[in-house]
């Protein structure tokens, strides 16, 4: 009987008495005559008598002829209803033709009334067609992308490419590109958005087609349409992928109905009738009274009616249920009387607790009506609730949506008729998160934001890098009165969605309850399976998007949820004050791995899960008294998870697919509530199974596996002695009373909601920040230029001033729309959430990481997480409120260094991804002065480890992000290395100038100081890491040099020829690596130089050698008069716009400055006898720092051509690309150029090496004896011949043999194993 099955194939309750004297009267039966005057005032006639006659005595034998006979007063023949109107053909009810009116892909729901496109440009039809008359059909945007929605003729062929109103007979109208189309296309009506309903009408009397918009019209669309006999038009709707409508024909009452025009569909007239007699009736009981005392009947307040179980009462409206109950299961019906009835109830104003009137009568409903009855009738009034409140548009009031919401919390204020709506309907087809979504509007002016937020106000003030100046000193008078005004009205819109907030959180709070088990059991549980479900329905779907929750959706949830979820904790800490506050919240380790809890099949930070179980179930024996069944660990391999996948597939519901079911689809897709059947498959979650006890302590405990909707409220909270989702507590965790258990899996939820889509929708939302800064500064541009103009071009100054206009009127509307924004996304209030979960991240990694190995059981998510709250609060939050006033703001800042320092190379991790990530986060951390001193705050035994581990040499790993974090370590302290942008780029806008690179340099002595004791202390770490990087400066610079040479033929190739991006991005790439890789080296050599200069120590000489010959081939290559460098620079193409010559020639610079005029006297004659040695050292190369050598171009020329013989062999020039002019007239390379960027005695530092150098080559030139080709090295032939190979004898120049020896221990000539190598002087007499 409770089934949900069709009503006519169930008996009803019979609720007839055989005869009202067989009761005694102290049931509250009354007299016949009170009874006869009661019923006759419940059940008034409406027929009118010409004479009064004498009213018939009524009891209740004869109610039920008497009712039957008043309901079918006045209602039409059966010939009649039944006949089709005159001017449209087709069946009854009207729905989506999903078997042969459409084109492309496309899923349909359940009920053929929502549609969503899976393809590129589908098109659907309906089934009923109109040819005379004027007719009318609702669409329900739930996305608002390219659409075109209108009419069509059954004779319109679409394709992928051509869809409604690209053929002649098909109409539509396109809001999302503001347009009508009829083959062509012209501007027509206004933008929509999601949450917008279109009317369609058309008018075949008159030839003519119209759209409105939420009840407004946008005018008449077309005129003189095609009319007569065979022309017949349907409505139709092509869409693009993923976008998604509802339509509405007629089975639920047009929200927006126009005078004179039909539904296509014929309202459920009679019913009508018979639902508001009925209602009239039910109001009747409601309002009426008996008095058995004084044997009257009394008017009274329908307010204050009670159930109190009289049996006159419950007999009469047994009656009325008996014909009400089959009504209320019709959509229709619910939407047009009961829910217009119960908004009624609640008009009055006050809390909803006050409104007992609802309650009571849902104790009537589950009363008197079937089981199956009252579910349905939920369902639908709930349904009905959800798209009223979603499509109801925006008033400064939100008082539609405050109507709903109200409404709804005092439904599920009903204990019986929330738990049946938890375990059916909220999360099982998704749509109660669109209770807690607060929609932006699209159009402020219908919005009414304008009279809530009269006067605008946006920065006027920027720094040189176009940020803005949060306290402009020169603010004037207006301005402030300007600004103060906005912040006004931004208080007065957050006072009113606050209001709405407020009334979602009371819905969460009832859902959270865990005190109603009167009814079975309590809300929390039910909620909590439920909502389980839902996150791995949009964890396991990431790669669907249309089988999402929407990530704006998401937002709302989750903010909601966390203010619920902490009330309940703090509810619940107030009975145990012992235990920890909400401020304190975090998830304890042994829920990640004693398999209370599912995490799908989420990354676990040690890999997967069924191989974490094996390697560690040693570790959870001794750890957490833990023990694996072995069976599970047997079955958990991947054959079985793929099986396990098969299935779930395989039962998993069919929606109506329109081509022909051959896709599974969510029904929730389309449909503008959301909805969605249950598509969850069964994984594990792990329940307990307690053996016998054995005879040691501590008692181990055996785990198997369970399904969700399996556990029970024992299996979350535990009891005598079960810990529930607390079992297997490990020793270094400590043993401190939690809040209710569930809530600690509720709290994990969140993070885990965080996690998979909320980050990304705040990082979203940012643009109209960003649109609003945009905009100022192009007015304030517009401004100056208008103040510039001269009053003789007037045509300029009327084109600025219709500029200005255009801005002013652009930004009125979105500083508005940014004050609604912050209002729901990135108030203070929103803020103080995210910092809540960054804070429960970091404790939840702080404890879990206690544990030592079992570390590896913690999801990847809760990592991901913590750096991307961060991030939001850092990035998204700011201006309009800032990190530093965030309670324990500093203390959290170094609790997240220490993590992220600990862990990017933390062997417990496994997932490249995640390593990757907390890499890049550490990179970004140490961008920022205030994150960079929380580094410096951490325990110094911990900044030393990071520091070794940053230090690792550059080979297997992702070095490049490690190179990163050192280079910006050193920005500040480095030759000519102050600067925030590169000096050539100061004039261009950055793409983003909050992007770490972009931050102004911040430079760390006390972690330079932990790299120089490091290096200096061990001498193997040192000479491994400084070999790696000079290997990688060595390919990196290698490679860029390849790159533009392919760039530098292809542009002078007379065809037209279009270079690769991604090869541009790839060469740009190479060059910032070779220049932060310069600057690594010139960091080491300033902190530890001994490295390469005290030769005592090993590998010290090679180093040096291979340093000097690495910084010869950067300088060749770079400082060549018109080379291959030069050409391509000059080229400036998009994409190379940091290669220039000042980042890489100061780089070299200081490391050439740092051992050659800052060190002792020992150093600088080792370093300068090593650089002049080399064969590739030019003299030239160092004039060029200072734009001097630029006076013989022979020798230039001839000089280049020894050097690097590639450029010889390239064309003369790029002439298609660069006038010849221009390269000739171009200016030298000279560090006089920058002094903004390096300081006076940085020049002089740089003129005295060039003096040495000049000095120290004259002298090698004058005392260098002519060498014979005998004594040059047999491999280079570049140097004397100074080492003697052991034991093989054969001799090479030292820099050779040493870097052989680097790789391979065999003689480079005969194979020998090299023992030992000694130096080699040529013997005096030869």
Request: glycine share 6%; charged share 25%; hydrophobic share 40%.
């Amino acid at each position: 009987m409770s089934s949900k099955g069709g009503g006519t194939a169930l008996t009803r309750r019979n609720y007839r008495l055989a005869s009202d004297t067989d009761k005694p009267k102290a049931t509250g039966i009354v007299n016949e005559k009170l009874l006869s005057d009661y019923l006759h005032h419940v059940f008034p006639c409406t027929k009118q008598t010409p004479a009064p006659a004498p009213r018939k005595p009524l009891g209740f034998q004869e109610l039920g002829a008497h009712l039957e006979r008043l309901l079918s007063e006045g209602e039409p023949a059966e010939e009649s209803a039944d006949q089709p109107l005159e001017g449209r053909l087709g069946p009854q009810p009207v729905v989506l033709d999903h078997t042969s009116g459409f084109e492309g892909l496309l899923f349909v729901d359940d009920d053929l009334l929502g549609v969503i496109g899976h393809s590129n440009f589908s098109s659907i039809r309906a089934t009923t067609c109109v040819y005379k008359g004027k007719w009318a059909y609702e669409v329900l945007i739930s996305s608002q992308g390219l659409m075109q929605i209108g009419w069509c003729t059954l004779n319109c062929r679409f394709n992928q490419e051509e869809g409604v109103g690209d053929t002649p007979d098909s109409y539509a109208y396109d809001g999302n590109r503001v347009r009508k189309w009829n083959v062509t296309t012209t501007n027509y009506g206004k933008s929509w958005a999601a949450g917008d309903i279109v009317s369609c009408l058309i008018d075949l009397d008159e030839g003519t087609i119209t759209f409105c918009l939420n009840g407004q019209s946008l005018g008449t669309a077309f005129t003189s349409i095609k009319t007569g006999p065979g022309v017949a038009y349907f409505p139709a709707i092509s869409l693009s992928f993923k976008e998604s409508v509802a339509f509405n024909f007629g089975s639920r009452p047009l929200r927006y109905p126009s005078h004179g025009y039909l539904p296509l569909q014929n309202p459920p007239t009679a019913d009508l009738v018979k639902a508001h007699k009925l209602l009239g009736y039910i109001k009747n009981v409601l309002s009426t009274s008996i008095d058995t005392q004084e044997e009257r009947l009394l008017e009274m307040d329908c307010s204050s009616w009670r159930l109190h179980g009289e049996a006159t009462v419950l007999i009469t409206l047994a009656h009325i249920f008996n014909h009400f109950a089959p009504l209320m299961c019709k959509v229709y019906l619910v939407e047009d009387v009961l829910m217009n009835f119960l908004l009624g109830i609640l008009e009055g104003g006050g809390s909803v607790d006050e409104h007992q009137l609802i309650q009571q009568l849902l104790d009537l409903f589950w009363l008197l009506m079937e089981d199956y009855e009252v579910n349905e009738c939920l369902k639908q009034l709930m349904m009905s609730l959800l798209r009223a409140y979603r499509f109801s548009p925006i008033i400064p009031d939100l008082g539609f949506q405050i109507h709903y919401l109200r409404l709804t919390t005092a439904i599920l204020h009903h204990e019986k008729s929330r738990k049946y709506l938890l375990n059916n309907f909220t999360f099982d087809v998704l749509r109660s998160v669109v209770f807690f979504y607060i929609k932006t509007p699209l159009r402020v002016k219908e919005a009414g934001l304008e009279e809530l937020i009269p006067t605008t106000w946006w920065p006027t003030h920027f720094d040189k890098e176009g940020k803005d100046e949060r306290e402009p000193k020169d603010e004037s008078a207006e301005e402030r009165l300007r600004r103060r005004a906005y912040e006004r009205g931004c208080q007065r819109l957050k006072k009113r969605i606050e209001v709405v907030e407020e009334l979602q959180v009371q819905i969460l709070k009832l859902l959270l309850n865990n005190k109603d088990r009167t009814t079975g059991e309590a809300s929390r549980y039910i909620f909590l399976n439920k909502f389980r479900k839902f996150l791995q329905e949009n964890a396991s779907n990431r790669g669907h998007p249309t089988a999402l929750c929407p990530p704006e959706y998401m937002v709302c949830f989750l903010h909601r949820l966390i203010t619920a979820v902490r009330a309940s904790w703090d509810d619940g800490m107030r009975k145990s004050t012992s235990s920890i506050r909400s401020e304190e919240a975090y998830v304890p380790p042994q829920l990640f791995y004693n398999g209370k809890v599912d995490y799908f099949d989420l990354q676990r930070l040690g890999g997967l899960l069924s191989h974490l179980k094996k390697t560690l179930k040693d570790d959870l024996a001794s750890k957490a008294n833990i023990i694996i069944d072995p069976a599970e660990i047997q079955a958990t391999s991947m054959d079985d998870l793929d099986e396990d996948e098969e299935s779930g597939a395989a039962q998993r519901p069919f929606g109506a697919a329109a081509m022909g079911g051959a896709l599974a689809r969510p029904t929730w897709l389309s449909s503008p509530t959301l909805g969605r059947a249950n598509r969850f498959l069964s994984t594990a979650a792990v329940s307990l199974m307690t053996p016998r006890r054995p005879l040691t302590q501590p008692e181990k405990v055996k785990v198997r596996t369970l399904a969700v909707e399996q556990r029970t409220e024992e299996d979350i909270e535990g009891s005598h002695g079960n810990d529930g989702l607390l079992l297997g507590r490990p020793l270094a965790e400590p043993n401190q009373p939690m809040a209710d258990k569930s809530l600690l899996e509720i709290v994990d939820g969140i993070v885990m909601m965080y996690n998979l889509s909320v980050h990304q929708q705040l990082g979203k939302m940012v643009v109209v920040s960003d649109d609003v800064h945009e905009y100022a500064v192009a007015l304030k541009d517009t401004e100056e230029k208008i103040a510039r103009c001269p009053a003789r071009r007037p045509d300029i100054l009327d084109e600025l001033q219709k500029s200005q206009k255009v801005f002013a009127e652009k930004l009125n509307h979105l500083c508005r729309r940014l004050a609604w924004i912050n209002a729901t996304i990135y108030s203070k209030e929103k803020m103080l959430d995210v910092y809540w979960l960054l804070c429960v991240c970091i404790r939840t990694i702080e404890h879990a990481d206690n544990t030592g190995s079992l570390f590896a059981f913690a999801p990847e998510f809760y990592l991901s997480a913590a750096m991307n709250a961060y991030s939001a609060l850092k990035n998204y939050f700011s201006p309009a409120n800032s990190m530093e006033d965030l309670p324990g703001y500093e203390e959290t800042l170094t609790q997240l260094a220490a993590i992220l320092a600990k862990h990017f190379a933390d062997p417990r991790i496994v997932g490249t991804d995640i390593k990757d990530s907390l890499m890049q986060a550490l990179a970004s951390y140490v961008c920022y002065p205030q994150s960079l001193r929380a580094v410096e705050r951490i325990p110094e035994e911990q900044r030393v480890a990071m520091m070794r581990n940053l230090l690792a040499p550059y080979e297997q790993r992702p070095w490049a992000q490690t190179n990163w974090i050192l280079v910006r370590l050193w920005r500040g302290c480095g030759f000519g290395y102050r600067y925030t942008r590169l000096p050539h780029l100061l004039k261009t806008k950055p793409e983003d100038a909050n992007l770490p690179s972009l931050q102004k340099p911040c430079p760390s002595l006390l972690l330079q100081g932990h790299m120089a004791e490091l290096l200096s202390v061990d001498k193997d770490m040192a000479a491994s890491f400084l070999n790696s990087v000079l290997n990688q400066l060595n390919w990196a610079f290698s490679e860029f040099i390849g790159m533009i040479q392919e760039i530098q033929q292809a542009a002078e190739r007379p065809e037209r020829n279009f270079v690769d991006t991604r090869q541009l991005k790839v060469c740009a790439t190479c060059f910032d690596l070779s220049v932060s890789l310069l600057r690594v080296l010139e960091m080491t050599v300033t902190l530890v130089p001994e490295i390469f200069l005290d030769w005592t120590r090993p590998s010290a000489e090679l180093l040096l050698r291979r340093l000097a010959q690495l910084l010869n081939q950067v300088l060749n290559r770079v400082t060549a008069e018109k080379n291959l460098f030069d050409r391509v620079v000059n080229l400036r193409l998009p994409g190379l716009e940091s290669v220039d010559h000042y980042p890489i020639l100061v780089a070299v610079t200081g490391i050439l400055v740092r051992i050659l005029v800052d060190g002792d006297r020992q150093g600088i004659s080792r370093a300068a006898s090593v650089l002049l040695s080399d064969p590739c050292f030019q003299l030239h190369s160092i004039q060029h720092l200072l734009g001097e050598g630029g006076g013989d171009p022979s020798a230039v020329s001839a000089t280049a051509s020894r050097a690097r013989p590639v450029v010889g062999s390239l064309g003369s020039g790029v002439a298609p690309v660069i006038p010849s002019a221009a390269s000739v007239e171009r200016k030298h390379f000279s560090l006089h150029a920058y002094t903004d960027y390096i300081s006076e005695e940085e020049k002089q530092k740089v003129e005295r090496m060039l003096a040495f150098l000049t000095e120290e080559s004259k002298q090698a030139a004058a005392s260098t004896a002519p060498t014979s080709e005998e004594d040059l090295c047999p491999i280079c032939y570049a140097h004397s011949i100074s080492a003697v190979f052991k034991p093989c004898s054969h001799k090479s120049c030292k820099a050779c043999i040493n870097q052989h020896l680097m790789n391979n221990k065999d003689c480079f000539f005969c194979k020998a194993t090299i023992t030992g190598v000694e130096d080699y002087s040529k013997p005096a007499a030869s």
